[in-house]
Every structure is written in structure tokens, then in C-alpha cells.
């Protein structure tokens, strides 16, 4: 657990930089579904606000061992930051108690506003109820959750796992074998399904030979690839759709170490540093459906102090994602 106070207008400064190199919004009008879509483009640079009043922001995340969630951590301290505010952020380790336990004692220390990245959308929700018992907001990031949440900030994540999918039917000519690594139980994961198999649906020669979940973990993606690997054999997978990019990267290297490479190809979702030097080594590793972190915990913390202004905030807001191929990698940006 770390506090991070505001000392000085030039380390306010800094961090705004650093935050809108990445990426910054720009708002669109509400749709009639309650639903805000928000891009991520340039803006003029803005003005912290002042600290007028002790205000202390819960952040817990589910790990600190992916580096999409390492980077909303420094997301949301430069965030905090521009609004004048202290920042507690905690890492749940993929362990929906020790969230539920953070979650209490962010309540028992009184904190302004909570910021929820999910373990478990579901299983989270006595802890959100408590919360909001207490009075404190709580704004959803980057996955739902259930007990009643202000708002929900999130990527597109229907859209992420529909445009793995229909690059993927496309290279394919609409015909093969898919291997489909799944995630954790929330709802960016199971958008991202439900995206992918919106576009493969109508494309009857695109089949899922197997599906099992990599727990969006390198390690235990590489363990689950072999495993697959061995039990279908050489012509038997023609690609594989990872949902998220350390699932993805762990594929790679174990269809590298079998010496099946060059028989598949590989899809994720993020745009994280090391799907991006996959794509550059132009093997197996072909495209990844690229998030904007430091854009999602932005949004996130701002819609946490419009709540405490008492203004209103819709009740889900989403982020563009962008397909990043090995013919266009050159050009994205990253985080």
C-alpha cells in the first residue's frame, strides 16, 4: 500500500505530460442507451485543480504482474495528482478476498472514492454494497462490477475480441482450427468472447477445437499451451485467440519451444510492450486488439470527483481499441 501526496505545481506539470503522451479524450455527446464513448486523442494541455479539501482515492487492482495493470497504477498516481488528491493503491493479487478485505479497510480509513478494478465481477459485489453504504462512491475500471457501482470505464471490449476475430477469419479465408485461451471470470473477458464469437459466427469453417483458461497469466498460458499442443497434434490448430496479451505471449513461446510456429498464428488483446515486440519480431505473434490504459484510470478518476461534486455520470463509458498488426505496429504509439 502506497500514499502519493501532491508537493509541488512542477511535479503536478510532469505528470500530466507523461499522462497525455500516452493519450488523452475528447467527451462525445451521451447516447440514448446511457452510455458514453469516449476517444483517445490530443487535447491541450489542462490545469490541475487546486487541493481545496482533504481527498483520499482507493485504488485496488487485480495484480501488479501484468504491465496493463502497472500501467493504470502510474495512471492513476499522475490522475490523483492533477486533481489534488491523495492516492492509496493496493495490488489483490488475482485473490477476491484479500479485494474484498482491501475494499473494507479503504471504507474503515474513510476514503473519498474508490476506484475498483475487479478480480471477480460478480464476487465483488457485497464489498461495492458496503461502500456504498458508507457513502463512498465506487467507479468500476476497466472491468463491471456488480452492488451497485457510480459508473463503469471500460474498453470496448465486445469490439476488442470482434476485431481479433474478423482478422482472424480473414487470414484464415474463412477456414481452420481456433484455440481460444479464455481469462478470469469478469466482464472485459467475457465481452471479448462474445466479441470474437460474433465474428466467427457466420463463418461456419471457423472452428473452436479448444477453450481453456490461461487465468490471464504468461506462465500459466505457456503450461496450458503445451498441454493443448500435446493432445492436438501437428495440422490440428491453425491459430490461437488469447484474450488478453500475456496469455498470448505465453502461447507463442510454447508453440516456439514445440517447433510449431510456423503451422499457427497468434491474437491477443492489449497492445502491452511485450505483444509489441512480438509483432516487431514478425513470427507467430500477427496482431492485438490495443487498449488505452492511462486513458481508462484518467477517465476513471474523473468521473470519481464528478460523483463527489454531485454532477451526474452515465452509467457505462467506453474506450476505443485499435487492431495492431505486424504491417501497422510501427506506427502505434503504446503506453
Same mark, same amino acid.
Given at each position: 500500500?502506497?500514499?502519493?501526496?501532491?508537493?509541488?505545481?512542477?511535479?503536478?506539470?510532469?505528470?500530466?505530460?507523461?499522462?497525455?503522451?500516452?493519450?488523452?479524450?475528447?467527451?462525445?455527446?451521451?447516447?440514448?442507451?446511457?452510455?458514453?464513448?469516449?476517444?483517445?486523442?490530443?487535447?491541450?494541455?489542462?490545469?490541475?485543480?487546486?487541493?481545496?479539501?482533504?481527498?483520499?482515492?482507493?485504488?485496488?487492482?487485480?495484480?501488479?504482474?501484468?504491465?496493463?495493470?502497472?500501467?493504470?497504477?502510474?495512471?492513476?498516481?499522475?490522475?490523483?495528482?492533477?486533481?489534488?488528491?491523495?492516492?492509496?493503491?493496493?495490488?489483490?493479487?488475482?485473490?477476491?478476498?484479500?479485494?474484498?478485505?482491501?475494499?473494507?479497510?479503504?471504507?474503515?480509513?474513510?476514503?473519498?472514492?474508490?476506484?475498483?478494478?475487479?478480480?471477480?465481477?460478480?464476487?465483488?459485489?457485497?464489498?461495492?454494497?458496503?461502500?456504498?453504504?458508507?457513502?463512498?462512491?465506487?467507479?468500476?475500471?476497466?472491468?463491471?462490477?456488480?452492488?451497485?457501482?457510480?459508473?463503469?470505464?471500460?474498453?470496448?471490449? +465486445?469490439?476488442?475480441? %470482434? #476485431? @481479433?476475430?474478423?482478422?482472424?477469419? /480473414?487470414? $484464415?479465408? &474463412?477456414?481452420?482450427?481456433?484455440?481460444? *485461451?479464455?481469462?478470469?471470470?469478469?466482464?472485459?473477458?467475457?465481452?471479448?468472447?462474445?466479441?470474437?464469437?460474433?465474428?466467427?459466427?457466420?463463418?461456419?469453417?471457423?472452428?473452436?477445437?479448444?477453450?481453456?483458461?490461461?487465468?490471464?497469466?504468461?506462465?500459466?498460458?505457456?503450461?496450458?499451451?503445451?498441454?493443448?499442443?500435446?493432445?492436438?497434434?501437428?495440422?490440428?490448430?491453425?491459430?490461437?485467440?488469447?484474450?488478453?496479451?500475456?496469455?498470448?505471449?505465453?502461447?507463442?513461446?510454447?508453440?516456439?519451444?514445440?517447433?510449431?510456429?510456423?503451422?499457427?498464428?497468434?491474437?491477443?488483446?492489449?497492445?502491452?510492450?511485450?505483444?509489441?515486440?512480438?509483432?516487431?519480431?514478425?513470427?507467430?505473434?500477427?496482431?492485438?486488439?490495443?487498449?488505452?490504459? +492511462?486513458?481508462?484510470? %484518467? #477517465? @476513471?478518476?474523473?468521473?470519481?470527483? /464528478?460523483? $463527489?461534486? &454531485?454532477?451526474?455520470?452515465?452509467?457505462? *463509458?467506453?474506450?476505443?481499441?485499435?487492431?495492431?498488426?505486424?504491417?501497422?505496429?510501427?506506427?502505434?504509439?503504446?503506453?
Amino acid at each position: 500500500m502506497k500514499s502519493i501526496k501532491v508537493v509541488s505545481f512542477i511535479l503536478i506539470a510532469v505528470a500530466w505530460v507523461t499522462l497525455t503522451a500516452c493519450s488523452s479524450s475528447k467527451i462525445t455527446e451521451p447516447s440514448e442507451t446511457s452510455e458514453e464513448t469516449f476517444s483517445p486523442l490530443v487535447t491541450e494541455k489542462a490545469v490541475p485543480a487546486k487541493k481545496e479539501q482533504e481527498v483520499v482515492v482507493g485504488f485496488t487492482l487485480q495484480n501488479l504482474s501484468n504491465p496493463f495493470f502497472v500501467a493504470m497504477s502510474k495512471g492513476a498516481t499522475a490522475g490523483a495528482m492533477l486533481h489534488g488528491a491523495d492516492v492509496i493503491i493496493v495490488s489483490a493479487e488475482g485473490d477476491l478476498a484479500k479485494q474484498t478485505a482491501q475494499i473494507e479497510d479503504f471504507i474503515t480509513k474513510k476514503v473519498s472514492v474508490i476506484l475498483l478494478n475487479a478480480v471477480d465481477s460478480k464476487g465483488i459485489a457485497g464489498a461495492v454494497s458496503q461502500a456504498r453504504a458508507a457513502g463512498i462512491p465506487v467507479i468500476a475500471v476497466d472491468v463491471g462490477a456488480d452492488g451497485g457501482v457510480n459508473t463503469v470505464v471500460t474498453s470496448d471490449n +465486445f469490439l476488442a475480441g %470482434k #476485431l @481479433a476475430g474478423e482478422y482472424i477469419v /480473414k487470414r $484464415l479465408n &474463412g477456414k481452420g482450427n481456433v484455440v481460444v *485461451i479464455d481469462g478470469p471470470p469478469v466482464s472485459a473477458v467475457t465481452d471479448r468472447i462474445n466479441g470474437f464469437e460474433e465474428a466467427i459466427k457466420a463463418t461456419p469453417g471457423i472452428r473452436v477445437v479448444a477453450k481453456q483458461n490461461g487465468f490471464g497469466n504468461r506462465e500459466t498460458s505457456v503450461t496450458l499451451m503445451e498441454t493443448i499442443l500435446q493432445v492436438k497434434g501437428k495440422g490440428k490448430i491453425d491459430v490461437v485467440f488469447a484474450t488478453n496479451d500475456p496469455s498470448g505471449v505465453g502461447a507463442k513461446i510454447a508453440v516456439e519451444q514445440a517447433g510449431r510456429d510456423k503451422e499457427m498464428f497468434i491474437v491477443g488483446v492489449d497492445g502491452a510492450p511485450d505483444a509489441v515486440s512480438a509483432l516487431k519480431e514478425k513470427k507467430s505473434f500477427v496482431a492485438t486488439s490495443a487498449q488505452y490504459p +492511462f486513458e481508462m484510470i %484518467k #477517465l @476513471a478518476m474523473d468521473e470519481g470527483f /464528478k460523483v $463527489l461534486k &454531485g454532477e451526474k455520470v452515465e452509467s457505462l *463509458i467506453k474506450i476505443p481499441v485499435d487492431l495492431i498488426t505486424q504491417d501497422n505496429v510501427e506506427t502505434y504509439k503504446g503506453w
